[in-house]
């Protein structure tokens, strides 16, 4: 691991030296002989505040701005956390927590909606009130493996593994680095969609839209992100030494800023900036500027303004807790806008080239978590429904899989067919238009299912009929309840009926009931 240096860190060396490079602001370098000079690290910069010795008094440093309002900022703690009332919350230092637009509850990695991960749970105050942590150091955990990566659990909620996600649709999510068997640090990484999991090769599917660039892989460990920085200094009032002149009264420093959590912000002075509070940012080796998800230059962000001190000041934070926004839906991922600079979105991008970038997660109207994820490019664009390439590798069992699809003008029920991507007139098959089981052994169906159409979700009903021998419809029941699934747009849900007594030479239907109008729907259905 990395030296970490901490504000107030002493130095002690000839005047000949060089002064240390890598530390942060606070910092003190003494020198051991004539003049015997005293320097403070300030905004990146040694500056001599006076001397040291037996008779001068040596300059107390320069007085320098008393910086501006807000507390004294924060302890310097190496994690980034949110204090969380929630009345019987039911947690447990280490749980994986995600917000549902209401309340925290665990998160699992099965579908995307419950793998939206904000943090960790780090300190149970007590039955009403925990801590949440969304970067950093986490420590009392258990059975850990120093060195080992540890992702999103697939079956239990709140929990974390060592073993990736593989199953189609489920989430690959890495959530932080063992350090020791209690110790971890916490990284809130993008998690990525498994669009080919276990089985046979499977069907192409039909033409359309190709999907998003696939996984890139993770962005690795992002190391340290830094430490809240210290709250100005006041200065120093000289040291011992000759009796001298006295200087000029010492650099206080910006005191820092409000706030209840230990989020990470800094400071910036650039002339007429004309930024707002809540602006994504990104830096062009001159200036920040408002970030823009059309290319990856113009995507590189930095931050969101956090405070507008006045024209020519303000403060950016790079990871934590934001409040003061407007109009956010809580609960919903925001994604760095497509087209206005500098703004966030619900919706993700699609153009090819551009860049998908989620940035914050809504807690509230006006409040969020701001979380710097990996960008991904689109490398292919949308023309059609996904068609998915099939599944790799060799099954334990017989798998049945097949492409299912509709275009929705109405919110009527309908079936999916085996013959084509089903029409709008498609209220229920004919009677030899049934997916037809040809192995044995199989008791699972599960239903993969996207829609786009509808910005919102699109609340949509999964029921399962089946009739023996590939008879008609007519003859068909029901083989399982229905099931009910929020479908975001232009995202995957996942219905699965387990437990089912399924025969060769099953006819099997699946009806459809969607909440809106408007969607058009893609997937893939497997019985295995």
């Given at each position: ?21 890598n530390?942060i ?26 001397t ?5 008094s ?19 703690l ?38 939206e991960?904000?943090g ?10 925990f ?20 992702f ?41 969609i ?63 800023f ?10 910036v ?52 807790e ?33 860049v ?16 710097n ?34 275009n ?24 030899d ?42 003859g068909?029941?029901?083989?399982t ?27 099997i ?11 058009d ?8």
């Amino acid at each position: 691991m990395a030296v970490q240096h901490y504000a107030g860190d002493t130095f002690v060396g000839l005047s000949s030296d060089v002064k240390p490079l890598n530390v942060i602001d606070g910092a003190r370098f003494y020198e051991s002989d004539s003049p015997y000079l005293v320097w403070l690290k300030v905004s990146g910069v040694w500056v001599n505040i006076g001397t040291s010795g037996s008779s001068q008094s040596g300059y107390s440093g320069y007085s320098g701005t008393s910086g501006y309002s807000g507390t004294s900022g924060y302890s310097g703690l190496s994690t980034t956390f949110i204090e969380v009332h929630q009345v019987s919350h039911g947690f447990v230092v280490g749980d994986i927590v995600r917000f549902n637009g209401t309340n925290y509850v665990k998160a699992l990695a099965d579908t995307p909606e419950h793998a939206e991960v904000v943090g960790i749970v780090c300190i149970i105050i007590d039955s009403d009130n925990f801590n949440l942590l969304t970067e950093g150091e986490i420590e009392g955990l258990s059975g850990l493996i120093p060195g080992y990566t540890y992702f999103l659990d697939l079956y239990v909620p709140g929990a974390y593994t060592t073993t990736d996600v593989s199953q189609y649709g489920a989430v690959s999510k890495p959530l932080m680095d063992a350090i020791t068997a209690t110790k971890a640090y916490f990284h809130n990484w993008r998690g990525v969609i498994v669009e080919n999991g276990m089985g046979e090769s499977g069907y192409s599917g039909y033409s359309g839209v190709s999907g998003y660039s696939g996984t890139s892989g993770f962005s690795g460990t992002s190391g340290y992100s830094g430490y809240s920085g210290t709250s100005g200094f006041s200065g120093t009032s000289g040291y011992s030494g000759y009796s001298g002149t006295s200087g000029v009264s010492g650099y206080s420093g910006y005191s820092g800023f409000s706030g209840s959590s230990s989020n990470q912000t800094i400071l910036v002075n650039q002339p007429s900036h004309g930024l707002s509070l809540g602006e994504i940012i990104r830096f062009n080796g001159t200036d920040y500027l408002p970030a823009l998800a059309d290319t990856p230059e113009n995507a590189e962000v930095v931050g969101i303004v956090y405070q507008v001190i006045d024209s020519n000041n303000f403060v950016y934070l790079t990871e934590g807790e934001i409040i003061g926004l407007s109009g956010l839906v809580p609960g919903a991922v925001y994604y760095l806008d497509l087209y206005t600079p500098g703004t966030y979105s619900t919706t993700d991008v699609s153009q090819l080239g551009a860049v998908s970038k989620p940035v914050l997660v809504a807690v509230s109207n006006t409040e969020a978590f701001f979380h710097n994820w990996r960008g991904i490019i689109v490398e292919n664009s949308y023309s059609g429904y996904s068609g998915y390439s099939g599944f790799s590798g060799t099954p334990s069992v017989s798998t049945v899989k097949a492409v299912i699809g509709a275009n929705r003008l109405d919110s009527a029920a309908f079936y999916f067919n085996s013959f084509i991507i089903s029409a709008d007139s498609s209220s229920s098959p004919v009677s030899d238009a049934a997916f037809i089981v040809t192995a044995s052994s199989l008791n699972k169906i599960s239903v993969y299912l996207r829609q786009s159409g509808v910005g919102g979700g699109n609340n949509t009903s999964i029921q399962i009929f089946r009739s023996a021998n590939g008879s008609a419809f007519s003859g068909a029941t029901a083989l399982t309840g229905t099931t009910t699934e929020s479908v975001a747009q232009d995202t995957i849900s996942v219905y699965t009926f387990s437990g089912l007594t399924i025969n060769p030479y099953d006819a099997i239907f699946i009806k459809c009931t969607p909440t809106s109008s408007g969607s058009d729907y893609s997937g893939i259905m497997t019985i295995e």
